[in-house]
């Protein structure tokens, strides 16, 4: 027994031993971060130089990080995200880096030795026309005798506007101008054409086939959670292709794709690969007044795909969206662009071409994007009058329907919502008509209810699943339904209401934040209501929910 207790409380004392121990912290963590090279001065405007960003960490090792690291830019500098370091102006600046929640610096001067510029082109410019795209090189003097050739991003301008610069090549834009002037750093040169470019002749309007829009639209941005096109996080080919699969199994098989960069090129590789005879495509070119490279490789890039391998999926190109509303402020692009654009891709494919915009521009007596109008071969307007309840009709009790029973109320506020999208079409059909472009077709680029609230509190009392599903039947009705033109000539039916909606949108978008929650589907790929509740559709409702039509949400006061 003694010997017992004796081990027993050998024991004892061990496991409090052990446990009062204090175990070797193995955690490896970051130290800091380095940057090679430190401080860089003198550098020429226009050069470039390379930079290393090293983590170091606790137990001594080190990682080059600088694909992953942030730098800032200024007017003197900028850093591209694979380190390189390009002179933009003469000056000094401080380059702060971060990575990882660890911050360093680099310190950077710059010169400007220049004398001038040169300019090497060929006999391609005695006859340029809209659309076309000539060689011409750029090099900067400087004060030594050497030369070095300038690229899209150095600075370089061109006066007029209705010439872009993209990898070595002058794009024409616009007709009417005889000479070409380039100026960086001070530095001009002219080109003196033989004659002004010729204005741009649009002929034969293009048409979307009868067969591409019998299909359902829908608009498709595939960013789940954690991805965004800010961030340039996007979801992968398997994660598409998940989800056209489930927009087959909706019945939906006309996509609209809102630009022409990695996401736009992995959804037209999915449908080639695995969906070929299932999918159409509206491509989209993003613009922007202040990105002009960003432009010119957007329409480029859709100008590939159009031409490329995906032809046969490419049906029709969208130049812009939203872009000359008065409301963007934050990524506007004049008529005269986005016009400039929409020739310059029209000149190069075969597809309709089209610009996506909010209805107001073109309206009134006075269309503020008429110069649009005229060489589009159909145009895409969107309609949003729930949305509008919260900003532009916020003081327009109408659509409140409160002299309505409640029981009917929200079937009432549905219905003012469709009249509302029908008058903004009608007001677009009349001011082309009275613009003289009768024969312009026009279709609904957007249009959607949100069925839910985010942090926005947009639409209050009336986001719901059960009254973004009555908007949705209502508005796939009046264009593929009862109301549907069955005039045999497909140019007459274009002419007699929308012969496409492209419903927004497909699937939830978290990145949004408060905006998010116009998807016929939710972030987690689950049907909602609008689609589960559609007759004969094989999806089954969400846990939990069991909704009827008297579930519709309304306004009280």
Sequence with gaps: MKKLLFFTSALLLGILFYSCSTPTDTTVTLKNISVDPLSISGLQVTDSVSVTVTANYSDGTTENVTGNAEFSDNSVVKVSSDGILKAMSVGSALVVVQYDGKVTTISVSTVDNSTGISLDYGTDFDSLEIGDSVALTVELIHGDGSTSVLADDDGLTFEPEAFAYSDGKLKVLDGGSDSITVSVLGHSETINLPGPVPAYSFSTRRAVSPETLSLRAVSYSGYREGQSPNTQTYPSEDEIAQDLGLLKQAGFGFL??????????????????????????????????????????????????????????????????????????????????VRQFVQYVRSNVTQPVTTDDNFSPYTGASPRSLEVAQVIDYLAIHTYPALDTAYALVNDPTWKCLDTPEAERAAAMNDWAVARAKDEYNQVRTAMDNSGLTALPIVIGETGWKHMVGSENLMYNRAHPVNAAMYYNSMVDWVYGSERSTNPDPAAAALEGPMAIFYFEAFDEPWKGGDDGWGLFDKDRQANYAIYSQPGSTFTAKAGENFTLADAVYMTE
């Design 256 to 337: 609209r794709l809102y630009d022409s960069g990695v996401h736009a090129r992995r959804t037209l590789n999915v449908i080639k690969n695995s969906y070929p005879d299932d999918f159409k495509v509206m491509l989209g070119v993003w613009i922007q007044d202040s990105a002009p490279e960003e432009n010119i490789l957007q329409a480029d890039t859709a100008i590939g795909f159009a031409t490329g391998d995906y032809a046969d999926i490419i049906t029709a190109i969208s130049i812009g969206n939203e872009c000359t509303v008065y409301w963007n402020t934050w990524a506007p692009a004049a008529p005269a662009t």
